[in-house]
């Protein structure tokens, strides 16, 4: 059976949606300042879309599969912009909706046993798992050596003369997905995290979120 996915974009607060610009899907954007003046953009080879440049009315069907992180038909990047004037190290989270057997779960990406699959900026984020099972992948960059890091000891920071890094070229929901997915709402949520080396505390800096109803 052929699997759709209908999705809304929503901005909530600091939600922001990362699809298609123009009329393909409804944006809704909340206007915020930003902490640490860090912000999140949807960056493709032609154009750049800033939260407060997208808008619409309408919205579409995704098919399990296609990219949700694209800016008018192309494959975009999901990039975080650095205005921030002191040291910072950045993390994400994602967090989506997982069918089985009928019943719904909110899970947090791992990179294994999922049902989406994730693509980031390669080669240059790790994943760590804390002491209470959640998932984080920080920005490495130069520094980066394994898919997995035992030891936040060693995620670096970034100074003020980086103006940005990229994050994520793609996420999707897997063809394979089972019929547990009929006719059901699913949501996802990415995260972005910043803090000061020398700070205890994360800070979010933006995150979006994509509800829809899978036919």
């Given at each position: 059976m052929t699997k759709r996915i209908i999705a809304l974009v929503a901005s909530l607060a600091v939600v922001i949606g990362l699809m298609n610009?123009?009329?393909?899907?409804?944006?809704?954007?909340?206007?915020?300042e930003k902490k640490q003046s860090i912000s999140v953009?949807?960056?493709?080879?032609?154009?750049?879309?800033?939260?407060?440049?997208?808008?619409?009315?309408?919205?579409?069907?995704?098919?399990?599969?296609?990219?949700?992180?694209?800016?008018?038909?192309?494959?975009?990047?999901?990039?975080?912009n650095n205005g921030s004037t002191t040291n910072v190290q950045i993390r994400l989270s994602i967090e989506y909706t997982k069918y089985s057997s009928?019943?719904?779960?909110?899970?947090?990406?791992?990179?294994?046993?999922?049902?989406?699959?994730?693509?980031?900026?390669?080669?240059?984020?790790?994943?760590?798992?804390?002491?209470?099972?959640v998932c984080y992948f920080y920005y490495m960059g130069d520094n980066y050596e394994t898919a997995e890091i035992s030891s936040l000891d060693k995620v670096p920071s970034i100074g003020p003369d980086v103006s940005y890094i990229d994050a994520v070229s793609s996420i999707?929901?897997?063809?394979?997905?089972?019929?547990?997915?009929?006719?059901?709402?699913?949501?996802?949520?990415?995260k972005f995290e910043a803090k000061q080396a020398d700070n205890i505390s994360w800070d979010t800096i933006d995150s979006y979120q994509l509800s829809g109803t899978n036919a």
């Open positions: 610009c123009g009329t393909s899907y409804a944006w809704f954007v909340t206007t915020l953009s949807v960056v493709s080879t032609s154009q750049t879309a800033k939260l407060t440049d997208i808008d619409g009315d309408t919205k579409t069907i995704i098919m399990p599969g296609d990219n949700l992180v694209s800016l008018d038909g192309q494959g975009a990047m999901l990039r975080v009928g019943k719904a779960e909110q899970k947090i990406y791992s990179g294994s046993n999922d049902d989406i699959n994730v693509t980031f900026a390669a080669g240059k984020w790790s994943k760590n798992v804390n002491a209470s099972g999707v929901y897997k063809e394979s997905i089972t019929r547990a997915y009929s006719g059901q709402p699913v949501n996802i949520k990415v």
